[in-house]
Every structure is written in structure tokens, then in C-alpha cells.
């Protein structure tokens, strides 16, 4: 992929970052002395903007005694992709799509969780051409590291302007020789962020979402207010997998020098990142990451494969 490509591509996630930021945001509910309201089913914040009705006699009573007209939302089951009208870009071209798609597969298997598990997959699975292609250029450039450490080396004392243009011209030929482009990796971490968001804020902002249960989790709870329930078992497991899938995923695409300690804890580092973030998601996110991961994971296992067998995936 070309930088002239890789620039379009950040210039739209700064885009998407940015209509999320000045359109349809979530909001916090709060009460008459501007405190954030809780929601007591799921012990957290209740969002101010809903896009439907909850169905918890308790979440209900909160929202009505605090100011919100639930009559002039439709019921979670009726929801479609032209109520509430237009609600600026972000929210009605990105979260209430998404945020119908959850509910209408929701409806078909039963459960939120699973309609969200299938629509990660959709997701993964159009996004497959360009992942994989990322998964290549990982398993190329691990192939090719030894000569590019080779080539660090060499210049390793060297700061003068012609060393540092020599050593660019010997990085680019080995980069040309396996195909290399080292801007292609960055290209579906800006893709995901977008999407991310909009998971976020579909599964606040859809009561029937965040009400949803799976396997002892609720849906809208953080681990952080989860571990304190009954069911704490079922956020440490969620924890552990995301921890186990983050760290797995890092791994299989570490690809700088490893005798660098450096880039030798970067895996360690980015799952402590990721975790520390996970305590304080909703579980439904949780459950969004984890399935990435595991795609992701099953993706480069296939590429790797595929590229040992054949010399390419």
C-alpha cells in the first residue's frame, strides 16, 4: 500500500475522530446536583442520550425522575435506522446502524452478546483482504530481519547525513527484495479505531444492549463494578481472555529486533495498556475485543501456514 494511500486513510480516522467528538456523543445522565445518575442494573453510569426505551422497571423510574421523556423513544424491538431523525453524522451513519444491526440480530439468536460476537466476525471477515495482506507483511518482514539488523548495525555509530541517507537506500532494496512496505501495518489499527468507538457508543446508548446478559456478564458493566457481583467469576474470566488474545496477538505480530528489550516487552506492555482500559469498558467491548483477537490470531496461524507451505499466503 502506498503512503499517498496510508495518509487518505489517517486523514479519515482524524475525520471519524472528529465527528465523534463534535456529534452525537454519549451522554452522562445526571441528577439535579449534576452527579452522574447509576444505573442499578448495571452499575453504571446511565446514559443521558438513549436511542430506545429500557425495559427495567428501575432503569425507567431513574430516567424519569430525572427529566427524560422515554414516550418519545421507540421500544428497543422497534427500533430503526430513521428514528429519532438525523442526529449529526457520527450517530446516524455510524452508531444507529450499527446499534439496529445489534438489535435485529440480537432478536433472530436470542442474545445481545452473540449478535455482537457475529457482527465483530462480519466485520473482521470484510476487512479480511486488507488484515491479511498485514499478516504477510509481518510474516515478510520477521523473514527479513536479520538483514535489516545487519544493516542497523552497520550504521549503528554512524550519525553523518550521507551514513544515514546509505543506510535508508540498503533498508529500502531489503524492503523492495521481500516486499515490504512498513507503512502497511499501521492501516487497520486506524481502521478499528472508528469501528471501536461505535461499539462504544451503540452499546451505551441501546438499553436492550446494556441490559443484555451473557454467561453471568451484563453487557453494559465494567469489570471494575462486575468483580463485586455474584457473577465476579465471569468478568476475571473475560480479563483473563482479553489479557491472554492481546498479549497472543502482539506476540505473533511482533516483528522489530527481539534482542532488543525494548521491542523484546512491547507485547507485556501493550496487554497491561489494554487491560487497565478493559476495567473500566463496558463487557460488551470486552467481548468485541476478545473476538477480534481470536480472528486475528486464527488469521496469522493460517498466513503463517499458508506462506511455509506455499512460500506465500
Not at 61 to 73: H, M, Q, R, T
Not at 270 to 278: D, L, P, Q, R, Y
Amino acid at each position: 500500500m502506498s503512503k499517498k494511500k496510508v495518509n487518505i486513510l489517517g486523514k479519515i480516522t482524524i475525520i471519524a475522530l472528529m465527528l465523534t467528538l463534535t456529534t452525537g456523543c454519549t451522554k452522562t445522565l445526571t441528577d439535579s446536583n449534576k452527579k452522574a445518575v447509576i444505573n442499578e442494573v448495571t452499575g453504571q453510569s446511565l446514559t443521558e442520550n438513549i436511542l430506545c426505551q429500557p425495559t427495567n422497571p428501575i432503569t425507567i423510574k431513574s430516567y424519569e425522575d430525572n427529566g427524560v421523556d422515554l414516550s418519545k423513544l421507540p421500544k428497543c424491538e422497534k427500533f430503526k435506522l430513521t428514528s429519532g431523525g438525523y442526529e449529526g453524522l457520527w450517530t446516524s451513519f455510524f452508531v444507529k446502524p450499527l446499534a439496529f444491526l445489534l438489535i435485529f440480530l440480537g432478536k433472530l439468536v436470542g442474545n445481545y452478546a452473540i449478535s455482537l460476537i457475529i457482527i465483530s466476525l462480519l466485520i473482521r471477515l470484510i476487512a479480511y483482504p486488507v488484515t491479511k495482506k498485514t499478516a504477510l507483511q509481518s510474516e515478510m518482514l520477521k523473514e527479513a530481519q536479520p538483514q535489516i539488523a545487519m544493516i542497523q548495525q552497520k550504521y549503528k555509530d554512524k550519525q553523518d547525513q550521507e551514513s544515514m541517507m546509505k543506510q535508508q537506500q540498503e533498508l529500502m532494496m531489503v524492503y523492495k527484495k521481500y516486499n515490504i512496505n512498513p507503512m502497511a501495518g499501521c492501516l487497520f489499527a486506524m481502521l478499528q479505531l472508528p469501528i471501536f468507538i461505535a461499539f462504544f457508543e451503540a452499546v451505551q446508548r441501546t438499553p436492550a444492549i446494556f441490559e443484555g446478559t451473557f454467561f453471568g456478564l451484563q453487557l453494559g458493566t465494567t469489570p471494575t463494578v462486575g468483580i463485586s457481583t455474584a457473577t465476579f467469576y465471569a468478568y476475571i474470566i473475560l480479563l483473563g481472555l482479553i489479557a491472554f488474545t492481546t498479549w497472543y496477538s502482539f506476540k505473533m505480530n511482533s516483528t522489530g529486533n527481539m534482542s532488543d528489550p525494548a521491542m523484546k516487552s512491547m507485547p507485556k506492555m501493550m496487554t497491561i495498556m489494554i487491560v487497565v482500559t478493559a476495567l473500566f469498558m463496558p463487557s460488551a467491548l470486552g467481548i468485541y475485543w476478545v473476538t477480534s483477537n481470536a480472528f486475528t490470531i486464527l488469521q496469522n496461524i493460517l498466513v503463517k501456514r499458508s506462506k511455509e507451505a506455499h512460500g506465500k499466503a
